[in-house]
T-cell receptor, first 113, second 114 residues
Framework: QKEVEQNSGPLSVPEGAIASLNCTYSDRGSQSFFWYRQYSGKSPELIMFIYSNGDKEDGRFTAQLNKASQYVSLLIRDSQPSDSATYLCAVKGDKAAGNKLTFGGGTRVLVKP | NAGVTQTPKFQVLKTGQSMTLQCAQDMNHNSMYWYRQDPGMGLRLIYYSASEGTTDKGEVPNGYNVSRLNKREFSLRLESAAPSQTSVYFC?????????????FGPGTRLTVL
């Protein structure tokens, strides 16, 4: 069973601070890694994806991937109350696996003014 | 561009009843997916369709069937609903190229089975 694990939270951060979210995965053959944001009662939306070891930055968001240790993280800089949401980590296997995503349970983030 | 649309938004069924959840996308995507989301469990893949005319099982297919009617539409059917199928159901379609790989989700269907 391929697994993706996240701390369910809530992760409480003061406004303007850095929120750090972690995700570990069990399948070493995983190719790509995604972070989705989901507001309460809404559908998930993609924040960013990463497939190479190292860091990838997009605005206030930075994804970090370490395939050797099988973890991927998301940093949210200058956190805003509008960042309060559940963040879903997703992992994609290889093409033989049908490009399917396996999602973690999500980390709830609360940004306090 | 409506993106991914789903109907109905809410549904209450009695045990043993059947229903079909409809999904359509207007983005000309080849791949479409059905997920269910239960509290604390993230999204679990029920079925997917890599292209028109093909469907494959995901992680939790039991109790469900799907039809890829054409490139735009991908429906999910519950033949005999059970309380364990109470969940929020999301349909998604996917676009991928060298620099992008994105699944776009519909607004969801909130299903309660009594």
């Amino acid at each position: 069973q391929k697994e993706v694990e996240q701390n369910s939270g809530p992760l409480s951060v003061p406004e303007g601070a850095i929120a750090s979210l972690n995700c570990t995965y069990s399948d070493r053959g995983s190719q790509s890694f995604f972070w989705y944001r989901q507001y309460s009662g809404k559908s998930p939306e993609l924040i960013m994806f990463i497939y190479s070891n190292g860091d990838k930055e997009d605005g206030r968001f930075t994804a970090q991937l370490n395939k050797a240790s099988q973890y991927v993280s998301l940093l949210i800089r200058d956190s805003q109350p509008s960042d309060s949401a559940t963040y879903l980590c997703a992992v994609k296997g290889d093409k033989a696996a049908g490009n399917k995503l396996t999602f973690g349970g999500g980390t709830r983030v609360l940004v306090k003014p | 561009n409506a993106g991914v649309t789903q109907t109905p938004k809410f549904q209450v069924l009695k045990t043993g009843q059947s229903m079909t959840l409809q999904c359509a996308q207007d983005m000309n995507h080849n791949s479409m997916y059905w997920y269910r989301q239960d509290p604390g469990m993230g999204l679990r893949l029920i079925y997917y369709s890599a292209s028109e005319g093909t469907t494959d099982k995901g992680e939790v297919p039991n109790g469900y069937n799907v039809s890829r009617l054409n490139k735009r539409e991908f429906s999910l059917r519950l033949e005999s609903a059970a309380p364990s199928q109470t969940s929020v159901y999301f349909c998604a379609s996917r676009t991928a190229s060298g620099s992008t790989d994105t699944q776009y989700f519909g607004p969801g269907t909130r299903l309660t089975v009594l």
